[in-house]
T-cell receptor, first 114, second 115 residues
């Protein structure tokens, strides 16, 4: 059974701080990794994708991947109250190509306090 | 910005009835998916569709479910004989399938309530 695990939180950080979200996955052969943001009652919104070991930065967001440890993380710098949402980690166990069958974690609820 | 659209936004049905959930993917995308999310639970993959046929399906996607792309633009999910446990948000996802730099989009979802 392929699993994606996340700490459900809630994770509470003050405005302007760095929020750190973590995810582990069970399928060692997984190739593609994604972070989605989901506001309550809304659909998931893709914020980062990462395919190779190391860091990938996009604005205030940095995704980190360590395939040896089967670990993915998301850092949000200068957190804003508007970042308050549930962050979903998703893994594509297949190789390259279309994302196909994504396996999602349950999500970590982030709360950014003004 | 291109977007996936879904109709209806909310569907209420009686147990045992059939429902059809509709989606209009991004026009030049090639890969289409349905996912569902039961309230408070994980987003779960149901089915993927490429080149007018199912390419992969999960254990959830049994004979009760079917998908089709009847006119080259709409993408539908049909649920026959709905059950209480089918109550969930159903998301249509559209992908350009370019690999590596793949970009995909979730639609806003259809909330299905089975009474």
């Amino acid at each position: 059974q392929k699993e994606v695990e996340q700490n459900s939180g809630p994770l509470s950080v003050p405005e302007g701080a760095i929020a750190s979200l973590n995810c582990t996955y069970s399928d060692r052969g997984s190739q593609s990794f994604f972070w989605y943001r989901q506001y309550s009652g809304k659909s998931p919104e893709l914020i980062m994708s990462i395919y190779s070991n190391g860091d990938k930065e996009d604005g205030r967001f940095t995704a980190q991947l360590n395939k040896a440890s089967q670990y993915v993380s998301l850092l949000i710098r200068d957190s804003q109250p508007s970042d308050s949402a549930t962050y979903l980690c998703a893994v594509n166990p297949g190789y390259g190509g279309s994302q196909g069958n994504l396996i999602f974690g349950k999500g970590t609820k982030l709360s950014v306090k003004p | 910005e291109p977007e996936v659209t879904q109709t209806p936004s909310h569907q209420v049905t009686q147990m045992g009835q059939e429902v059809i959930l509709r989606c209009v993917p991004i026009s030049n995308h090639l890969y289409f998916y349905w996912y569902r999310q039961i309230l408070g639970q994980k987003v779960e993959f149901l089915v993927s569709f490429y080149n007018n046929e199912i390419s992969e399906k999960s254990e959830i996607f049994d004979d009760q479910f079917s998908v089709e792309r009847p006119d080259g633009s709409n993408f539908t999910l049909k649920i026959r004989s709905t059950k209480l446990e089918d109550s969930a948000m159903y998301f249509c996802v559209s992908s350009d399938g370019r690999g590596g730099t793949d970009t995909q989009y979730f639609g806003p979802g259809t909330r299905l309530t089975v009474l």
